[in-house]
T-cell receptor, first 112, second 114 residues
Framework: QQQVKQSPQSLIVQKGGISIINCAYE??????FPWYQQFPGKGPALLIA?????SEKKEGRFTISFNKSAKQFSLHIMDSQPGDSATYFC???????????FGQGTRLTINP | NAGVTQTPKFQVLKTGQSMTLQCAQD?????MSWYRQDPGMGLRLIHY???????DQGEVPNGYNVSRSTTEDFPLRLLSAAPSQTSVYFC?????????????FGNGTRLTVT
């Protein structure tokens, strides 16, 4: 039973375009929602995170949009660059950033 | 700081063999954990520890043992490897306490069980 569902599995975007990855969760007790970025041969690294008391958080070209009533959150990458090509994971946890439950992952390719 | 260091990077085992995956961190993090990454399934928590001498099970603990004798080290043991344990294993650590301290991941161990 996947508590955090992520889509799409793979995504191809042209350079300069907007990349959008979506996640949905079931457990309303989740109170921390991070996105991790993973390059081939490396471990995941925190990209951006949000708490459910705000609907949007922006850091540079990366924005999380959060819809508490729909139990959904999404990652938007503006002006996507080839260097953004990686696998992205959404995740959720309760009471801290430790016991993360991850989505299935999205392989993002930015074409030059 | 080296961060989270995992060894070995690659390992091939035969069914029934045992081995230990090593994880060490030099950030004085109280919390350490092990995840496995499988295609289409994301990362799943195997075991975790909130300090030396304290360990607990995650989502997929069967077939794995852990211990935490020091703050720095958190080895993962496979007592009798099975093909279903073919995966990429990641160790992660963080501070505990007030505020949100993100998980720091190592670069993984790719394990193949034949």
């Amino acid at each position: 039973q996947q508590q955090v569902k992520q889509s799409p599995q793979s995504l191809i975007v042209q350079k300069g375009g907007i990349s959008i990855i979506n996640c949905a969760y079931e457990n309303t007790a989740f109170d921390y929602f991070p996105w991790y970025q993973q390059f081939p041969g490396k471990g995941p690294a925190l990209l951006i995170a949000i708490r459910p008391d705000v609907s949007e958080k922006k850091e540079g070209r990366f924005t999380i949009s959060f819809n508490k009533s729909a139990k959904q959150f999404s990652l938007h990458i503006m002006d996507s660059q080839p260097g953004d090509s990686a696998t992205y994971f959404c995740a959720a946890s309760i009471g801290g950033a430790q016991k993360l439950v991850f989505g299935q992952g999205t392989r993002l390719t930015i074409n030059p | 700081n080296a961060g989270v260091t995992q060894t070995p990077k690659f390992q091939v085992l035969k069914t029934g063999q045992s081995m230990t995956l090593q994880c060490a961190q030099d950030m004085n993090h109280e919390y350490m954990s092990w995840y496995r990454q499988d295609p289409g399934m994301g990362l799943r928590l195997i075991h975790y520890s909130v300090g030396a001498g304290i360990t607990d099970q995650g989502e997929v603990p069967n077939g794995y043992n852990v211990s935490r004798s020091t703050t720095e080290d958190f080895p993962l043991r496979l007592l009798s490897a099975a093909p279903s344990q073919t995966s990429v294993y990641f160790c992660a650590s963080s501070y505990l306490g007030q505020g949100v301290s993100p998980l720091h991941f190592g670069n993984g161990t790719r394990l193949t069980v034949t």
